[in-house]
């Protein structure tokens, strides 16, 4: 009747590693000292690893960062997808990939 309920292993699922959220993290500060991004929530699950955005902790994600590790040879293991779902950028290098909203951050000084 008590029986302990199996935990599924974290080992099973896909993980940001510590240089790609530095990588991510970095680009989230810059955004955050901009005023335009608030918070943020990070979920490993099995086949995919989401970084999401947000402006407001009560809305859906304006960005979601994913690494899919099974896209690789055909896609990329990287992605960006915009909040109506559209994938902005996909590609090998996380870099390369997050050019697409750094150029979002880039603004004419007057």
């Not at 750094?102 to 603004?107: F, M, T, V």
Request: charged fraction near 25%; aromatic fraction near 8%.
């Amino acid at each position: 009747m008590n029986a302990p309920i199996p935990i599924p292993h974290a080992q099973d699922n896909v993980h940001f590693q510590r240089s790609e959220l530095s990588i991510i993290l970095s680009l989230y500060g810059r955004f955050v000292a901009a005023g335009e991004w608030r918070d943020y929530g990070i979920s490993s699950l099995k086949e995919v690893a989401i970084f999401s955005v947000f402006r407001r902790t009560a809305e859906q994600p304006m960005y979601r960062i994913e690494k899919r590790p099974k896209m690789t040879a055909k896609h990329g293991l990287y992605c960006v997808v915009g909040m109506d779902g559209r994938i902005l950028r996909r590609g090998q290098d996380l870099k390369t990939v997050l050019r697409v909203l750094e150029r979002k951050l880039i603004r004419s000084v007057e």
